[in-house]
């Protein structure tokens, strides 16, 4: 999913359809679609398709709090959202350098939290988890070394481990 909207808007929509895109999805209502262009229609259909069926999946195995809550927090959020580092660099009157060092740390605690979690018992199928577990390491690793989704020469050594030179077993 994330591959198709980066491309989409990337390669095939102007600005104007993009910033329509986003205030679409970020109402996460099915009447946005009808101000949306021909062009991205579908794109929207296909995003809100695809929450709902994670909701029916999850609906068969528990609660469905997370798809409600990205929903809630889809149409929370409004307007432009600065990088992180942005946010940082401006609260605390710091360099990048300085900004971007916080923010690895950051990370860095964040991914000892994780591992506790999932130390954890949870009502949450294992392979749910897991897969959610799974993307987070693979954006780890995408944005390690900076875009590696935007500029994937950056992955070349994992992707040259994984395809190329993999580990026997």
Same mark, same amino acid.
């Given at each position: 999913?994330?591959?198709? #909207?980066?491309?989409?808007?990337?390669?095939?929509?102007?600005?104007?359809?993009? *910033?329509?895109?986003?205030?679409?999805?970020? +109402?996460?209502?099915?009447?946005? #679609? &009808?101000?949306?262009? &021909?062009?991205?229609?579908?794109?929207?259909?296909?995003?809100?398709?695809?929450?709902?069926?994670?909701?029916?999946?999850?609906? *068969?195995?528990? @609660?469905?709090?997370?798809?409600?809550?990205? *929903? &809630?927090?889809?149409?929370?959020?409004? +307007?432009?959202?600065?990088?992180?580092?942005?946010?940082?660099?401006?609260?605390?009157?710091? +360099?990048?350098? &300085?900004?971007?060092?916080?923010?690895?740390?950051?990370?860095?605690?964040?991914?000892?939290?994780?591992?506790? /979690?999932?130390?954890? @018992?949870?009502?949450?199928?294992?392979?749910?988890?897991?897969?959610?577990?799974?993307?987070?390491?693979?954006?780890?690793?995408?944005?390690?070394?900076? %875009?590696?989704?935007?500029?994937?020469? !950056? !992955?070349? /050594?994992?992707?040259?481990?994984?395809?190329? %030179?993999?580990? @026997?077993?």
């Amino acid at each position: 999913m994330l591959s198709l #909207l980066d491309d989409t808007c990337d390669n095939f929509a102007t600005y104007q359809e993009v *910033k329509m895109l986003t205030k679409a999805i970020e +109402s996460f209502h099915e009447s946005a #679609l &009808e101000e949306l262009p &021909e062009t991205m229609k579908n794109l929207y259909r296909i995003i809100i398709d695809l929450y709902d069926e994670i909701e029916v999946e999850l609906a *068969k195995t528990g @609660p469905t709090f997370a798809v409600n809550y990205a *929903k &809630e927090e889809w149409e929370r959020e409004r +307007s432009y959202a600065a990088s992180a580092i942005e946010c940082y660099m401006n609260e605390h009157g710091v +360099s990048e350098v &300085e900004a971007v060092k916080f923010c690895w740390e950051e990370i860095s605690r964040a991914w000892k939290d994780i591992a506790e /979690e999932c130390q954890k @018992p949870t009502p949450l199928p294992v392979t749910l988890t897991e897969r959610v577990l799974n993307f987070a390491r693979s954006i780890n690793v995408i944005y390690e070394n900076g %875009d590696g989704y935007t500029h994937s020469h !950056l !992955l070349k /050594e994992h992707i040259d481990s994984l395809l190329a %030179d993999p580990v @026997p077993l």
